[in-house]
Each structure stands twice: as C-alpha cells, then as structure tokens.
C-alpha cells in the first residue's frame, strides 16, 4: 500500500509501536493469542449459548455463522488479492511481541476481521449481548497492532469486512425482530401476584428443557412461588393433566399455565379457548415457536406477565373434516405431503447452519426421493410438492419462516410449492439456493380466512405443531379469531437483567433454611 494512504498507515503504527499503555502489555498479546483462529469467540459463542436465553442462543449462532463467512473471505481471497507485507517486527518492544509471527500478509487483518464479525453478529440478534462482546472485539482489533503484526489500515479493512459478513448473512438468514416492532393486541388477564390461582401443567416429557436453567417445576417455582404446579411424566396422560388444570383454573377465577412444547401447548391452548380461561406459556420445548411469537421467549417473561395481568390476543385455527367435526386445531403450523419432513429436516440442521441454509439443504434431501402430492385446494386439483399453513401470516416469505408479527388477524398463511410446471423441481431448487423463492413461479403464498382441501384418500396424514395425526379424505381450515388469552409482557425485559434477578432469586432461596 503506497502513497499518501501508506505513509498515513506506517505513521499511526509509529506511534502506537511508541505508545506506552499501563496494564496494555499483561491485557494486549494474550487476547491476540487467545483470538488465533477464532478460538475466543467459539469459547464466547458456547458460554452465550449455556448460560443465555434464546435470544442469545440466536446471537451464538449468527456470529459463528458471520466469523466463518468473514473468515473465508478474508484469509482465502483478500489477503492474496493485495499481498501487503507485516510491519518489521523489531519495532514494537519484546515483551509485546507474539511468541510466532504470522506469516500471512498483512493486509487486511483476520483477526480484526473475525473480532469484527463475531461482535457485529451477536449485536444483530441481541443488541445487550453485543454491547459486552463489542469492547472486547475492539480489544483484539487494536491489540493486532499494539504486538506488531499488523498497520491500523489493516485493521479498519479487517473491521469493515467483518461487519459486512455479519450483515451479508441477514440475506439468508433474516434476524428476529425486537418485540417491540410486534404489532399484537393488548389484552386484560387475571392478575395473579406470585401466581396464586395460576394452575401449571409441567410436561416433563416434552422438548430439552431450558439449558442453563433449573428443572421446569422448581424454575416456575422459583419465579412463581404460589403457583399449583401439576407434572405430567413420560407416559402419562397430558389430556387429564390439562383437564384437571383446566377445571382448577376455571373455579378459582385463576388461569391456566403450561410447560412444554408447541404441541402441549396446542392442547392447552384448545382447552383454554373452550373454559374461557387465559393461558401463560412456560417455553419448556426444544423449539417454542409460540412462545417466542407470544412475546414469552423465557420463563421470566411469562412470570412477569402473570403477576401484571398482561396478556395478547391470539387466533386458535381449527381443522375440521367434511362433516364440520373438529378434527384438530394448531396455534403455529399445519401441514400435509412433503413440508413435515422439510421441517424435520431443517430443524435439526439450522442451529448449526442457520434457518434458511438449512432449509434450502433440507430441500434437496426431500425433493430428491419426493413423489408429488395430488390435492384438491378449494375445489381445483392441484399437483404439490409442499403444502403449509400457518396460523397468521408468516415471515419472512419462502420455506424457512420464522416469526409472526400478528396474531390475531384472521387469515391463514397459505404457502403451497408447483409441480406441474416444467422442470419445477429444478427450478425450484435454484430459486432457494439463490434466495429467490418468493419470486418463483413454482411458488404460491396467499392469506385466506379459510381453506377446503379434498382428495386426501392417499395421504398419509397431517402434521400441525409438531404433532402428526390421520387425515380424512376432506379437511377444512378457518380460525377462532381472538379466541385465545396469553400472558404476555408489555414490556419485556433484556435477558441480561432477567438472568440476574433469577440468579438472585436462585441463591435466596438457597440461603433459606430447609
């Protein structure tokens, strides 16, 4: 690098190369070590996602994801692309030095790249968490020329790419919305102080739990002390568990809670709508989509939400069968024909890969043995690869979608995959590895207040929630609009502060005597 840039360049590192920071040389060279090959924000990553909620967990993931990409590029074509020399080693003092100088060129610098990345990652998802992990980046960034090894221009180069890493993968890979940019309806529910009369059904079997955290009983415990708390263990019947919650609730005035995954809460959700009572959602499952789209991401959220009253209003869509027979009803997603198996697929790749990565992966898996789907969609025949539909309209478009910023608008989300056109297999891989789907023609989505499906005599069956049951040969979808009362905060708390009061409320309680 030559010019008035490059004289600019070898000045500033003069200068830091001179610089005599108190503390800087016992901090500085261990933290541009400990960076070497990413190693510190893999460690950063794996305490964000043992310690963390989900949105940290988010946050883990987006910036291993956005270290990797930034990694590539930088180490793989820039640094060949220009080939800049290191600074002459000798020019800082020994003791800054690193024990083996890098043999790369300089510019731009990796590390300054991953720091970078991995930071503006984690802030993309969870802006307190990036608000910790920021100094540090800033740390390692300046440390590569506080030891010697690399010019400032390298580093802000090394900056720059890191951050258009982390917002290249919004592409694919679009982040979760604040809470705040949610548009749900606010609605009254009992107040229950310390959750007297919140009767909750703990479903032991359900999901992973929540890592990090106690157990679900003594977690809602914890948080709620007065709350009833009824478990239901593997093999036991989480129809009567909820019944008995249910009745308990309705006599005393109280509300109904659940502990579990998507489909206990589809259960519980169903009984809710049918005693009148409201619901509070405990995200006990591996996934809990409709606890993140309810507002109540953690335990803490709900907990604050029931000794408030705070509450959403959200639509229970129902599947009937020809005869106008309740056949079963979901609060996320129904599905039949190939999208079950897309799903399972994706799900058990995307905390690795990310949600639309692992989507479009999943669908070459699925398509590549698929066998087209014939149905008969509000009365024209129709040969499908894949049909969803989602209880509210669904974000972002395409086959990996991930939240709902209304609950109680009325419409199902309606997304259904061509296979009648020429080459729509093709074409429709194509579309998804591009991230181009919403403007193929192979792919259909439209909002309905209801949907007839017939024709299913050879159908396998339907998935809604997680959960899988027969299909009859005619299926009708509509919704309960507004039927359901969750608990929900008005105004969540970050889960730093929400970790902190629960490790305090935790080592109280240990404190007590027994």
């Not at 802006?127 to 580093?155: E, K, M």
């Not at 939400?305 to 599947?319: I, N, Q």
């Not at 969609?377 to 209880?391: K, P």
């Not at 998804?432 to 989505?445: E, I, W």
Request: with cysteine; hydrophobic share 45%; charged share 20%.
């Amino acid at each position: 690098m030559t010019g008035r840039i490059g004289r600019i360049d070898r000045r500033l590192f003069a200068r830091v190369a001179a610089a005599r920071l108190p503390g800087a040389e016992q901090v500085l060279p261990p933290l541009s070590s400990a960076a070497n090959h990413g190693r510190l924000w893999f460690g950063a990553a794996a305490v964000l996602a043992a310690v963390g909620g989900p949105a940290a967990r988010r946050a883990a993931r987006r910036g291993v994801g956005a270290l990797a990409l930034a990694s590539l590029t930088t180490n793989a074509v820039a640094k060949y692309a220009v080939r800049r020399g290191r600074p002459v080693h000798d020019a800082v003092p020994l003791v800054r030095r690193l024990p083996k100088a890098p043999w790369t060129p300089s510019f731009p610098s990796g590390h300054a790249a991953s720091a970078a990345a991995f930071a503006t990652g984690v802030a993309l998802e969870a802006p307190g968490y990036g608000a910790v992990v920021a100094p540090i980046a800033a740390a390692v960034a300046f440390s590569r020329v506080y030891v010697g090894v690399h010019y400032p221009g390298d580093v802000l180069a090394g900056v720059a790419l890191g951050a258009a890493a982390a917002a290249v993968t919004c592409y694919w890979w679009p982040p979760r919305p604040a809470p705040a940019r949610f548009g749900r309806t606010r609605v009254a529910a009992p107040v229950l102080p310390d959750g007297e009369g919140l009767v909750v059904v703990v479903n032991s079997g359900s999901g992973r739990g929540v890592p990090g955290r106690p157990p679900a009983r003594q977690y809602v415990e914890l948080l709620l002390p007065k709350a009833e708390i009824i478990p239901c263990g593997p093999g036991e019947d989480l129809g009567k568990a909820l019944d008995k919650a249910v009745a308990r609730a309705a006599e005393s005035g109280g509300a109904l809670g659940v502990c579990g995954g998507d489909g206990t809460v589809n259960a519980a959700a169903r009984r809710a709508v049918a005693a009148g009572v409201a619901l509070a959602v405990f995200p006990g499952g591996t996934l809990n989509h409709f606890a993140l789209d309810a507002g109540t991401a953690t335990f803490e959220d709900t907990a604050h939400a029931v000794r408030r009253g705070e509450a959403v209003r959200v639509d229970l869509a129902r599947v009937r069968d020809g005869a106008g027979a309740d056949v079963t009803g979901f609060v996320n997603t129904f599905s039949i024909g190939l999208y079950p198996e897309l799903v399972r697929r994706r799900e058990k790749l995307e905390g690795r890969i990310g949600k639309w990565p692992a989507a479009a992966v999943s669908l070459l898996g699925v398509l590549r043995d698929a066998t087209p789907l014939r149905v008969r969609l509000d009365g024209h025949d129709r040969l499908l690869w894949l049909l969803f539909a989602g209880n509210g309209r669904y974000l972002p478009e395409g086959l990996a979608p991930s939240h709902r910023p209304l609950l109680d608008e009325g419409l199902l989300d309606v997304r259904t995959v061509d296979a009648e056109a020429p080459l729509a297999r093709t074409r429709l891989i194509v579309s998804a590895l591009a991230g181009a789907l919403r403007r193929s023609r192979v792919y259909r989505a439209e909002r309905v207040e209801e949907l007839r499906i017939g024709g299913l005599d050879d159908e396998g069956g339907l998935a809604y929630d997680g959960e899988h049951a027969a299909a009859p040969e005619t299926l009708l979808l509509d919704k309960l609009r507004g039927a359901l009362t969750v608990y929900s905060p008005a105004a969540p708390e970050d889960e730093i502060t929400q970790l902190a009061r629960t490790a305090s409320l935790a080592a109280a309680a240990r404190s007590r005597p027994a």
